[in-house]
């Protein structure tokens, strides 16, 4: 689906000092369609991708709140779902670009944003195995999941993209190709991931090969592995 941004609600919405009454009206008023409420929400999470990434290698540390786009992401989040945010919109442009919210957040280098945004889309309908133009969101997670455990250029992200990865288990995502993504073990449930707050893993290497374990925090239980 092609769709143009609603400039108007964009420019309510990039700055760090939102005003999310503001907003709330701005729709009401303007009659903004869930389309174009999804469309912005994912062109700002694109925008904030960009923008936390250049301000690490600028500084060398990461942003406070107030140095970015968007003070308040979950508050702004609450108000897109309850406008009709659709998590499954898969939206292209002119350029042959295409863009999905839910893989939007998947690039974004700060869990407090994205962990607790998709858990919020996962429980509104978000699709885990969307297809994304020639694979799905979570085929395209794993991948990263797995080719990206030996180098971990960043471990702090990649323990991000774990529970990612988790969440999007815990809500059916599966490989398309029938393989089981992890182990489970003691009669766990993939419904088990839906609380990634509480999860941990460690990764162990060998001459040959590597092996993930996700772990429960509080008892140390060992509940899946790779």
């Avoid at 999941?145 to 990865?165: C, L, P, T």
Wanted: aromatic content about 14%; some cysteine; overall charge negative.
């Amino acid at each position: 689906m092609e769709l143009k941004i609603n400039d108007g609600l964009y420019a309510l919405c990039a700055r760090t000092d939102i005003y999310i009454q503001e907003i709330e009206e701005y729709i009401e008023m303007h009659k903004i369609s869930p389309d174009e409420i999804s469309y912005t929400a994912t062109m700002l999470v694109e925008r904030y991708q960009f923008e936390i990434q250049d301000f690490i290698l600028e500084h060398e540390r990461k942003p406070l709140s107030h140095e970015l786009v968007c003070s308040n992401w979950i508050e702004l989040f609450d108000l897109f779902i309850s406008k009709g945010l659709n998590p499954n919109l898969v939206i292209s442009d002119r350029e042959g670009s295409w863009y999905n919210i839910m893989d939007a957040l998947f690039s974004v280098r700060n869990g407090e944003i994205s962990l607790p945004i998709l858990k919020k889309l996962l429980e509104i309908g978000g699709n885990p195995n969307l297809m994304l133009y020639d694979e799905t969101l979570f085929d395209r997670v794993d991948f990263e999941i797995v080719f990206g455990a030996v180098e971990q250029e960043d471990r702090e992200f990649y323990d991000i993209w774990v529970k990612f990865w988790l969440l999007l288990m815990g809500y059916g995502g599966r490989l398309s190709n029938g393989h089981d993504a992890l182990k489970l073990k003691n009669g766990n449930s993939y419904e088990i991931f839906k609380n990634y707050e509480r999860l941990s893993f460690n990764l162990e290497f060998t001459n040959e090969d590597w092996y993930m374990h996700i772990f429960l925090k509080d008892s140390g239980e060992e509940i899946a592995f790779l």
